[in-house]
């Protein structure tokens, strides 16, 4: 069935970096833009990035521009969020997912704790 | 950047009740609105686009309407399945946004 699971979270130290992963299954991956969208424990969601179906376009939030890199491998049916300098206020469950009419499959998200 | 704002925060419902959630857009998002609901733990679940256009799967007592800047969510005899919390998401400009939520609970 149409599936995206991320991968990646865990506990990391303010300043580090962590790699999210997540593995489309079900469908045609490389004809899709996608986006990833996290939300702070008991918060609302937040929009982080979006790739376009090729990857020649990318999009960021002013939260995390110039920290958050998207990108993609259609060979391998993989999006990914390259996370640097990372901060208390990342502490998030980060989320996969796919445009179409909006944001219709989502996954069901990763865990980051940014915490010393 | 186009701030979502959703009303109430907390609706408290009987089954059965019919309920409407309101979404204003700070500017103008034409008809670019979408709903989704999401239950503690999970993932969100895409019930609307386009303001009005229900996703296939979703039951018909989910109904959305409006344009422009104003938006509403209505969930006709609400099923113990629907207490939830809702968000509106407008994808009509980059950064896309959310509103904040609307819970859905039982009375």
């Known amino acids: 069935q149409v599936q995206l699971v991320e991968s990646g979270g865990g506990v990391v130290q303010p300043g580090r970096s962590l790699r999210l992963s997540c593995a489309a299954s079900?469908?045609?991956?490389?004809?899709?833009?996608l986006h990833w969208v996290r939300q702070a424990p008991g918060k609302g969601l937040e929009w982080l990035a979006l790739?376009?179906?090729?990857?020649?376009?990318?999009s960021y939030a002013d939260s995390v521009k110039g920290r958050f890199t998207i990108s993609r491998d259609n060979s391998n049916n993989t999006l990914y969020l390259q996370m640097n300098s990372l901060r208390d206020d990342d502490t998030a469950l980060y989320f996969c997912a796919r445009e179409h009419y909006a944001l219709d499959i989502w996954g069901q998200g990763t865990l980051v704790t940014v915490s010393s | 950047d186009i701030q979502m704002t959703q009303s109430p925060s907390t609706l408290s419902a009987f089954v059965g009740d019919s309920v409407t959630i309101t979404c204003r857009a700070s500017?103008?998002?034409?008809?670019?609105l979408a709903w989704y609901q999401q239950k503690p733990g999970k993932a969100p679940k895409f019930l609307i686009y386009?303001?009005?256009s229900l996703n296939s799967g979703v039951p018909s007592r989910f109904s959305g309407s409006g344009s422009g800047t104003e938006f509403t969510l209505t969930i006709s005899s609400l099923q113990p399945d629907d207490f939830a919390t809702y968000y509106c998401h407008q994808y009509n400009t980059y950064p896309w946004t959310f509103g904040q939520g609307t819970k859905v609970e039982i009375k």
């Open positions: 790739i376009s179906y090729d990857g020649s376009t990318k």
């Open positions: 386009q303001a009005s």
């Open positions: 500017q103008s998002i034409s008809r670019w």
């Open positions: 079900g469908f045609t991956f490389s004809v899709y833009a």
